[in-house]
């Protein structure tokens, strides 16, 4: 059964089991394992340095609300479920003699550099590999197209040395196809097979993806076109968008960094009696903005493209607007004595208004390349003080200032448990999965589970409505709850 689902219906976990149920679909969730090599069967004293050995036969429960859980028994349905990570008893690769992989893509995110020193120092220390290698690959899915001078050999004496640093020593470069008359779809397929060609040659058996769900799609490609090959995915994005992970690694550190830069452009513009405008990430969905916003406690309007794409064209005008006004409201009544706001934006926001064609004011339509400027201007003509006076604004975008710094303590701690998890699993043979913390367990999630579409904040959830709550920022008609005529919530 195919596991495609409606990308513009889709937006949360939760929406895409209830669609299964109503259907009467069970939630298919088996991960490939290589068929046809050796086993080799580990002792049991191996678990006094591993941990205990999952069963093939453990699985994690997706859901933890009761009620739901038998609203699938009472269907007839499996209960949805997820492949328990773990070290494995069994294993389809020599841990003494493998070659693997490690390629970082996407964009960058804290934590990078301690999901590689995990893979390399467990591959070394913990499994023994001598006759094999462990290699980086530079400069992401572009340098594996070009494995022959992308390749070095890593040692964990020389990732250590990387842990305390941000950024990401192999490199980001997001190039799908030097062709951009080509489709998305046809330059992905394209890149794999290149990339399965110098996997061949190279005589690479295990491939870790540090990526995001575009960086996943292309992973499940290779995996398909690699059966006798571990291909693992490991959640790596600063918009923690990605579906089936409860927190992508980075995720936290980005929203701590980001909440410190909302806190000192406050203090900016109390002091010196102006409006700021924060871009933060956000292409799709707004975690970080939202998450920040919550934590600092001082934003005034947050801005997120869950609410714009969830708009017609008119409305998302006139919601741009009573943001205007809130915030002059604002500044009129509670802040007479010092004139004074902070508005986040997500950077989708500009993208989807552009998109639809709308005018953010008469004759001037958004740009999503310099929507943030363009907010700026707009503020400057709409809001006043107390007297009557402009009062004066200033935007700032320090998304290089969140991503590129190194991992907080519980950020390091998850990227180790990541990678470890990522190494035991591949060696068991199973592939075209990704390792994930879901609720609170590691679980291997199927590729074409992770990249059936992008996760979003429900806008009409209760996280979003403490985030419109804290602001005081005005609703749009998407976040409205509708009733229907029995009373419940449409």
């Known amino acids: 059964m195919s596991r495609q689902f409606d990308l513009k219906r889709v937006t949360t976990e939760r929406s895409i089991l209830n669609r299964l149920l109503e259907n009467g679909e069970n939630f298919q969730t088996k991960v490939k394992q290589i068929e046809g090599r050796k086993v080799l069967t580990q002792s049991e004293e191996r678990q006094d340095d591993l ?28 209960v949805p479920s997820f492949l328990e ?17 490690i390629v970082t893509t996407g964009g960058l995110a804290p934590g990078l550099h301690c999901v590689i020193h995990s893979i390399v120092k467990r591959h070394h220390h913990t499994y023994g590999v001598s006759k094999g290698r462990v290699y980086g690959v530079y400069n992401s899915f572009k340098g594996m197209r070009d494995l022959e001078h992308n390749l070095i050999e890593l040692h964990p004496k020389m990732t250590e040395e990387w842990l305390d640093q941000g950024g990401s020593k192999l490199g980001i470069v997001r190039d799908y196809s030097e062709d951009e008359k080509k489709e998305p779809d046809e330059a ?36 398909e076109r690699n059966p006798m090959r571990s291909i693992i ?78 708009l017609r064209r008119e409305e998302a ?3 741009i607007n009573d943001t205007i006004r809130h915030i002059e409201t604002r500044i009129d009544t509670e802040r ?20 639809m064609r709308a005018s953010i004011e008469e004759g001037v339509e958004a740009k999503k390349d310099i929507f943030i400027s363009q907010l ?23 998304q290089h200032y969140i991503r590129s710094v190194p991992a907080n303590a519980h950020d390091q701690i998850y990227c180790e448990r990541l990678g470890a998890l990522a190494v035991d699993n591949a060696l068991a043979g199973f592939t075209d999965c990704m390792i994930s913390k879901w609720l609170t367990e590691f679980v291997l999630v199927p590729m074409d589970v992770v990249t059936s579409g992008q996760k979003s904040i429900p806008v009409h959830g209760m996280f979003w409505k403490q985030v419109v709550c804290t602001t005081g920022q005005p609703l749009s008609p998407a976040e409205r709850v509708r009733t229907s005529a029995s009373g419940e919530p449409q």
Do not use: C
């Not at 990570?85 to 992989?101: K, S, T």
């Not at 040659?201 to 292309?218: E, F, K, P, W």
């Not at 936290?252 to 830069?261: E, F, H, M, N, S």
């Open 317 to 319: 005008e006139s919601y």
């Open 233 to 310: 995915g490991i959640p790596k994005t600063m918009d923690n968008d990605i579906l089936w992970v409860w927190q992508s690694f980075g995720f936290d550190t980005a929203v701590k960094q980001a909440t410190q830069v909302i806190n000192t452009l406050r203090n900016e513009a109390e002091a010196t009696r102006r409006v700021g405008l924060i871009q933060l990430f956000g292409a799709e969905s707004g975690f970080v903005a939202a998450n920040a916003t919550l934590a600092s406690g001082h934003v005034d309007a947050v801005l997120i493209p869950e609410v714009i794409k969830a």
């Open 336 to 355: 007479r004595l010092n004139p004074h706001a902070v508005v986040v934006v997500a950077e989708g926001v500009g993208t989807y208004l552009e998109e």
């Open 51 to 78: 941990g205990l050995f999952r069963s093939p036969e453990s699985r994690m429960a997706v859901l933890a609300d009761i009620k739901s859980l038998e609203d699938w028994k009472q269907k007839g349905l499996e």
């Open 188 to 223: 992905i397929a394209e890149m794999a097979e290149d990339i399965t060609s110098n996997l061949q040659a190279n005589h690479i058996d295990l491939l870790y993806v540090l990526g995001g769900d575009g960086s996943m799609r292309v992973a499940h490609q290779i995996a």
């Open 85 to 101: 990570a773990g070290p494995r008893r069994q294993l389809r690769f020599d841990p003494h003699d493998v070659h693997a992989a």
């Open 376 to 398: 700026e201007q707009l503020f400057k003509k709409r809001v006043h003080d107390a007297g009557g006076n402009p009062v004066r604004v200033f935007h700032n975008e320090p």
